[in-house]
Each structure stands twice: as structure tokens, then as C-alpha cells.
């Protein structure tokens, strides 16, 4: 089994943050999300490699950190996150370990902060569950809104017409059928927890959720972000609701 990791240009991550954390904040902030995820892939002994698809420099030097590989997005030859993670899922089907074929990829996303080694665990063996009787399985593991794939498993020689956005859960299970693959949908609490907007980012600091998100949670505490964050809730939360809109 190997994992992927693509990651965008850490610059240009987390757009929808735009409303309450500057560009610098929000880049710092996927960097701190991304050494958590990094730290619980990297200790895990389910994995044979570990690839960082990206071609950010900050994604190299993560990668030398932990020790795993970092793959160009150029040298892979394409753009877009469904591109060139289907373009990376192509070039791990070409490889062998051991002797035999990479037969299971985890393509995982960098905004996972409360990624740990239970949930991992139990999806790992939810997947092996699934390809005992069928060799070469899908298995999502979805968000909380249960819309999107935050954690995609597949055979690098089968794989699903990749259709990461809106509603890409429903579209890899849809296409996962119609190749006659089995596909599961597996809802787990710490997985499901992305962050992509500022109610993502209150919920996680309402959970005190150490330890695991410790990068992600030093970042914002550091930098005074929680605290404006829960100051904007409470702000929220005393605000009185005009009698208009009570029904």
C-alpha cells in the first residue's frame, strides 16, 4: 500500500479562509495541517512509500523532513487536482515493491488535521475487508457533510474517473459502479473533519481536540487566530436576533 498526498500550491490554499485569515495566515495554516497529516502517515507501518505530489517548494522540504518521496506535478504532465492525482495513481501502477504490483493507494488530502492512527487503522482494515472478496475495491472515506472524499482508496490499475468538488463522493461511488467496482462509503469523525471554512476552523477549536491537530492548533493559537476566531463567535452568538426574523 502507498500513500498520496497531493498538495497545492500552499500560497493559493484555502480560498474560502479568505474572509477571516490573510494570505499568510492561511498558508501557515495549511502548512501546520499538513505536518499533522504527514506525522500520522510517516509513523504508520502500513505504508511501503509515501508520496507528496506538488511542486511548491515548501512540499519538498516537508517531504526531505519525513523522509518520503516528492513528486513534480510538471514532471507527472498535467494540471488540476483530478489530473494529476490520476496521473500519479498511473505512475504508482507501473511500479513494483517487493515483487509484486502496488496493488492498494490511499490518495489523502493535507487538510486533515485530526487524521490519527485509529481512524487509519479502521479504514485500512474496512478496504482489506472489502478486497478479500473483491480484489481490487473503492472505499471513501467522506466529511462530515458526507458530500466530499477526503480519504479515496483504489487499485492504481482500477481507478475511478476522479471528479474531486462538489459532491465528489456520490460521483467516485457513481463511477466505481459503472467499472462493476465495489465501493463503500465510510463516514469516520477525526477523518471526516476537514477544514475549509471558518465554521471548520471554530469547530475544530470547540473540540480541544490535543493530541491530536497539534501543529495545526499551536499555529493558531500562536498567532492569536483561535483567539479572534472565538471572539468572532461569541460576537455571533450575543448578537440579538431582530424580531423580524422570528417566526
Known amino acids: 500500500m502507498w500513500a498520496l498526498l497531493p498538495l497545492k500550491d500552499f500560497v493559493q490554499a484555502k480560498q474560502r479562509l479568505a474572509g477571516c485569515l490573510t494570505v499568510s495566515e492561511r498558508r501557515g495554516l495549511f502548512h501546520a495541517m499538513v505536518e499533522d497529516v504527514l506525522t500520522v502517515l510517516a509513523a504508520h507501518p502500513g505504508f511501503e512509500r509515501i508520496v507528496v ?12 523532513h519525513f523522509g518520503i518521496e516528492c513528486w513534480s506535478e510538471r ?3 498535467h494540471t488540476g487536482l483530478n489530473g494529476v492525482v490520476a496521473a500519479a495513481l498511473q505512475e504508482m501502477a507501473t511500479h513494483t515493491q517487493s515483487q509484486s504490483r502496488v496493488s492498494v493507494a490511499m490518495v489523502v488530502h493535507g487538510d486533515l488535521p485530526l487524521l490519527g492512527e485509529k481512524e487509519l487503522d ?27 472524499s477526503n480519504i479515496l482508496m483504489c487499485d492504481p490499475a482500477r481507478v475511478p474517473a476522479l471528479s474531486y468538488g462538489r459532491d465528489s463522493c456520490a460521483a467516485h461511488q457513481a463511477s466505481a ?35 491530536a491537530a497539534e501543529r495545526t492548533l499551536a499555529y493558531l493559537y500562536q498567532n492569536g487566530i483561535a483567539q479572534r476566531l472565538k471572539q468572532l463567535a461569541n460576537g455571533a452568538a450575543n448578537t440579538p436576533v431582530p424580531a423580524w426574523s422570528v417566526v
Open 75 to 77: 514532471g507527472l504532465g
Open 53 to 64: 505530489v506538488s511542486d511548491d517548494p515548501a512540499a519538498q522540504l516537508l517531504a526531505e
Open 177 to 211: 459502479m459503472a467499472m462493476a467496482l465495489p465501493a463503500q462509503v465510510i463516514s469516520l469523525p477525526g477523518i471526516a473533519q476537514d477544514i475549509d471554512t471558518q465554521e471548520d476552523l471554530q469547530r475544530l477549536l470547540a473540540m480541544n481536540a490535543l493530541p
Open 122 to 148: 479502521l479504514l485500512i482494515s474496512q478496504h482489506a475487508a472489502l478486497t478479500q472478496v473483491h480484489p481490487s475495491a473503492v472505499s471513501i472515506a467522506t466529511d462530515r457533510h458526507g458530500r466530499g
